[in-house]
């Protein structure tokens, strides 16, 4: 604990610690934590474990649409001891299945320590459960809060978590979870969380809005529905990628970049020139054509370079095999379809089964467009570099080659448990 700071009343019930319950397995790693803590009578370290947590409190729909960006904070009498109130906490392996109303916020402690409404209302956690507490709330005891949270404040750090009650671990979902895994690690969510509460439902909105300008259901659902058609990345992307995969497949073997160039920039001459004949009935080409047509074969041109730059990259740091390519970028597409069935479900423009539904096709596109997840991974991350990184190799790189390390490496991760065909 911090200098000069009162411990916290943390002792379930009247302060006898409840018996051990073998059987329990926890859902998450959190759950864990705070069970294993709470079982030593360690609230500092079960403290150490909500500070870094993100903690969600439910609310009506009507107050988060009334108000977005506004926090209510419910009381309730659930606790041992009739009649006092609490605010209910819950952790993210404890969430209900998301339902139309009531739908969540999510909160850290330290926030927490700093809006507490009352003196007299308790923090209860994880009511209900092995791991569960509750808390007396008075000025000095969320003094004590704030110091956890001070302390365990950490910059950004990516981790593989696993829903290990009530998330699947098999089959076609798990599959299709997995396919937006690379996200969830880099993000440390759970990656097989298909009920999905994310940042909560006014962050969730907030979030397909500023990223994606989806405001209404039919909204999110065409966007859905171009990811799983790999519509949403660059066409310019695929043609040039299509080329490649064409020379590989016809002449069996490693293509040269040479080659790779004049064999795409005679493709787009040549369209160049079969569109002018379809609309004037005779081959003659404007110069203001002519210069379209040298620039769209410049912009390829440069585009090669940079696609084979970050295969250069991508075999140095292990991500690609060697003598390997990445020969279609749909996988980004694909893997944020996972995800964005996912931030619909969080922002209740779509229903659980709706998302799932989503969430299995994604797999099962996956599937039939690569060999492996190694395959997928590499497609993936040069799809995203190629919109957002612009060869810096900065965070929009680095992050995604963490992710892709740690779930190729973890003995729990979905990679290396699911197979890919």
């Given at each position: 604990m911090g200098p000069d700071l009162p411990a916290p009343s943390g002792i379930p019930g009247d302060g006898r610690a409840a018996a051990p319950v073998p059987a329990w397995q926890p859902p998450t790693d959190t759950e864990r934590d705070l069970y294993e803590a709470k079982m030593r009578g360690d609230w500092a370290a079960y403290f150490d474990v909500l500070a870094g947590a993100k903690l969600y409190h439910a609310m009506s729909r009507a107050q988060a649409d009334s108000q977005p960006g506004w926090i209510e904070l419910n009381a309730s009498l659930l606790g041992p001891r009739p009649g006092r109130k609490h605010l209910v906490f819950l952790t993210?392996?404890?969430?209900?299945?998301?339902?139309?109303?009531?739908?969540?916020?999510?909160?850290?402690?330290?926030?927490?320590?700093?809006?507490?409404?009352?003196?007299?209302?308790?923090?209860?956690?994880n009511p209900g459960t092995p791991c569960e507490a509750f808390f007396p709330a008075s000025a000095a005891h969320r003094l004590t809060w704030r110091w956890h949270a001070e302390r365990m404040a950490r910059p950004h750090r990516s981790r593989l978590r696993t829903l290990w009650v009530g998330g699947p671990l098999h089959g076609s979902v798990a599959h299709g979870l997995a396919c937006g895994a690379l996200l969830c690690v880099d993000n440390a969510s759970l990656w097989n969380a298909m009920g999905w509460h994310g940042t909560g439902y006014v962050r969730e909105r907030r979030r397909l809005e500023e990223w994606w300008r989806i405001t209404s259901r039919e909204q999110w659902s065409r966007t859905q529905e171009s990811l799983l058609k790999g519509e949403m990345s660059s066409q310019v992307w695929r043609f040039v990628l299509s080329v490649r995969s064409a020379l590989a497949h016809d002449f069996g073997g490693a293509v040269e970049v040479d080659h790779w160039r004049q064999v795409t920039a005679r493709v787009i001459r040549h369209r160049a020139a079969d569109e002018e004949t379809a609309t004037d009935g005779a081959t003659r080409t404007a110069p203001s054509r002519d210069s379209e047509t040298e620039a769209q074969v410049a912009?390829?041109?440069?585009?090669?370079?940079?696609?084979?730059?970050?295969?250069?990259?991508?075999?140095?740091?292990?991500?690609?095999?060697?003598?390997?390519?990445?020969?279609s970028v749909e996988a980004w597409d694909y893997g944020r379809a996972s995800k964005m069935?996912?931030?619909?479900?969080?922002?209740?423009?779509?229903?659980?089964?709706?998302?799932?539904?989503?969430?299995?096709r994604a797999g099962r596109v996956s599937q039939m467009a690569y060999r492996s997840w190694e395959d997928f991974s590499a497609a993936y991350i040069l799809g995203r570099c190629l919109h957002f990184d612009q060869e810096e190799f900065g965070d929009w790189y680095g992050e995604m080659l963490n992710a892709h390390r740690i779930l190729t490496t973890d003995p729990n991760s979905p990679w290396r448990n699911i197979p890919f065909k």
């Amino acid at each position: 604990m911090g200098p000069d700071l009162p411990a916290p009343s943390g002792i379930p019930g009247d302060g006898r610690a409840a018996a051990p319950v073998p059987a329990w397995q926890p859902p998450t790693d959190t759950e864990r934590d705070l069970y294993e803590a709470k079982m030593r009578g360690d609230w500092a370290a079960y403290f150490d474990v909500l500070a870094g947590a993100k903690l969600y409190h439910a609310m009506s729909r009507a107050q988060a649409d009334s108000q977005p960006g506004w926090i209510e904070l419910n009381a309730s009498l659930l606790g041992p001891r009739p009649g006092r109130k609490h605010l209910v906490f819950l952790t993210d392996g404890m969430l209900p299945a998301p339902v139309p109303d009531p739908v969540f916020f999510v909160i850290g402690l330290g926030r927490l320590a700093r809006d507490w409404p009352r003196d007299d209302e308790w923090l209860a956690v994880n009511p209900g459960t092995p791991c569960e507490a509750f808390f007396p709330a008075s000025a000095a005891h969320r003094l004590t809060w704030r110091w956890h949270a001070e302390r365990m404040a950490r910059p950004h750090r990516s981790r593989l978590r696993t829903l290990w009650v009530g998330g699947p671990l098999h089959g076609s979902v798990a599959h299709g979870l997995a396919c937006g895994a690379l996200l969830c690690v880099d993000n440390a969510s759970l990656w097989n969380a298909m009920g999905w509460h994310g940042t909560g439902y006014v962050r969730e909105r907030r979030r397909l809005e500023e990223w994606w300008r989806i405001t209404s259901r039919e909204q999110w659902s065409r966007t859905q529905e171009s990811l799983l058609k790999g519509e949403m990345s660059s066409q310019v992307w695929r043609f040039v990628l299509s080329v490649r995969s064409a020379l590989a497949h016809d002449f069996g073997g490693a293509v040269e970049v040479d080659h790779w160039r004049q064999v795409t920039a005679r493709v787009i001459r040549h369209r160049a020139a079969d569109e002018e004949t379809a609309t004037d009935g005779a081959t003659r080409t404007a110069p203001s054509r002519d210069s379209e047509t040298e620039a769209q074969v410049a912009g390829a041109q440069r585009l090669i370079g940079r696609i084979t730059r970050y295969e250069a990259r991508f075999r140095a740091d292990g991500l690609l095999a060697e003598g390997r390519f990445v020969h279609s970028v749909e996988a980004w597409d694909y893997g944020r379809a996972s995800k964005m069935a996912r931030w619909g479900l969080g922002a209740r423009y779509c229903d659980l089964a709706e998302a799932e539904m989503a969430v299995h096709r994604a797999g099962r596109v996956s599937q039939m467009a690569y060999r492996s997840w190694e395959d997928f991974s590499a497609a993936y991350i040069l799809g995203r570099c190629l919109h957002f990184d612009q060869e810096e190799f900065g965070d929009w790189y680095g992050e995604m080659l963490n992710a892709h390390r740690i779930l190729t490496t973890d003995p729990n991760s979905p990679w290396r448990n699911i197979p890919f065909k």
